[in-house]
């Protein structure tokens, strides 16, 4: 397999004649990675530094713009795209070595922190003699080998103790009973999509306001960036509920050894985002990346200034044209959740969409929970299994700035 090399400075290297990147080639075509090409390119960029010894080269800086196409000077600390592969990189590696890269002589490793990885000879076998032979008082003393006719009746003798203990342990791991089974949570079943192959990019909201804290913020409209203005925009706020929401989810991703790329709401780039699936927390209000996409089609948000609710475009026999909130105080909450086909075919969008911050926690929350996951995916599974998209109402009450019980009001399954 051709390695797909990422753009590096132009040098004159023999890094391909190196022992080292005969490694970095076998793992790039093993079952581990053939499916990331993205981690492929990621792990022949910073091998080469390491072969070419060029560290300078393999900062996050350098990476996120070689590897991924950040451009020059861009704000690594709010865009974690570098940390979040090698994270995934570091598990891919220690997988390989472990089965498919079991016979390699040269292990590659990259230490937790740094980003050029190491190349480390595997320790050689140790090999038993069948003689011995120590050095005392320069006397060499031999230790023989035993009579052949004692060490055949012994082996024999051990053999047949043997057998019968190795039927049972065998019949005992064979049986059903002593094989503990782990079965899948709906929590499991509900976001396994998100689980596997690439990470997927959580996208929380990330409003565009005019103003400052002092004299106070508004939104400012969709177009408010192209304009000028006397006052400042300020894009760096978000919800209590967007942050309680990430964090649940960093929790049931670390749970599950997996992880995902975070990023606020416009700062997302779309030749990045087509690629993989989407969760969006937030509403359309506070999350500007929404609009962009083709949206939820059966229920949808309308916002004024002392006015809020969503909108059920086909309303069922008792269901009403509308769920709104109430203002003062603020005692319930609606959400839209969905599942959505994504930007390519394969992919899914997810979407947990409150009329405020805590109607997105309460979504965010209801398919983190066992019960309430399980109640959802009655509604939303196939014939076959498989999980269909849909797009539901939630209403949850609220006590002291939080969401507290929440509850699925109508849902539409595609």
């Known amino acids: 397999m051709t390695l797909p090399v990422a753009e590096a400075p132009k040098h ?26 993205r981690l492929c390119q990621f792990l022949s960029y910073v091998a080469e530094c390491a072969i070419r010894e060029a560290p300078e080269e393999a900062t996050e800086q350098q990476i996120g713009i070689r590897v991924f196409g950040r451009p020059p000077g861009y704000n690594s600390s709010e865009d974690s795209i570098v940390r979040t592969h090698a994270r995934l990189l570091r598990q891919k590696l220690e997988a390989y070595f472990a089965e498919e890269g079991m016979a390699e002589k040269i292990v590659v490793e990259m230490p937790k922190g740094h980003y050029l990885p190491v190349f480390v000879e595997r320790a050689a076998s140790a090999h038993t003699a069948s003689k011995t032979s120590t050095d005392q008082s320069t006397q060499t003393v031999y230790i023989a080998e035993p009579d052949a006719r004692i060490s055949r009746f012994w082996n024999w003798k051990k053999a047949w103790i043997l057998v019968p203990v190795i039927a049972v342990v065998g019949i005992l791991a064979w049986h059903p009973w002593t094989r503990p089974t782990v079965a899948e949570t709906p929590i499991d079943i509900f976001w396994r999509p998100f689980l596997t192959g690439e990470p997927p990019i959580v996208i929380f ?167 309430t996951a399980s109640e959802l995916l009655k509604r939303i599974t196939g014939p076959k299994g498989e999980i269909r998209p849909f797009e539901a109402v939630l209403e949850t009450t609220i006590g002291g700035g939080v969401p507290l019980q929440t509850h699925l009001v109508t849902i539409r399954v595609h």
Request: one cysteine or more.
């Open 12 to 37: 004159e290297t023999s890094h391909r004649s190196d022992a080292r990147w005969g490694v970095v080639e076998r793992i790039a075509a093993s079952q581990h990675f053939k499916s990331s090409p």
């Open 205 to 371: 909201s990330n409003a565009l306001f005019k103003g400052d804290s002092t004299n106070g913020l508004r939104y400012a409209t969709p177009k408010a960036a192209n304009e000028t203005s006397t006052e400042p925009y300020v894009d760096t706020y978000t919800g209590i509920g967007e942050l309680a929401s990430v964090y649940n989810l960093t929790r049931l991703f670390d749970d599950r050894h997996a992880s995902f790329i975070l990023k606020r709401s416009l700062l997302v780039t779309w030749d990045e985002a087509q690629m993989r699936n989407l969760i969006f927390i937030g509403s359309v209000a506070e999350n500007p990346s929404l609009r962009v996409l083709p949206g939820t089609t059966d229920f949808t948000m309308v916002a004024a200034p002392n006015y809020a609710g969503v909108v059920n475009h086909n309303p069922k026999p008792g269901e009403p044209a509308m769920y709104s909130r109430p203002e003062q105080p603020l005692t319930n909450d609606y959400a839209i959740l969905a599942l959505l086909p994504g930007m390519q075919s394969g992919k899914r969008i997810l979407i947990f969409s409150g009329l405020t911050t805590f109607g997105t926690q309460a979504a965010v929350d209801y398919v983190c929970r066992p019960e």
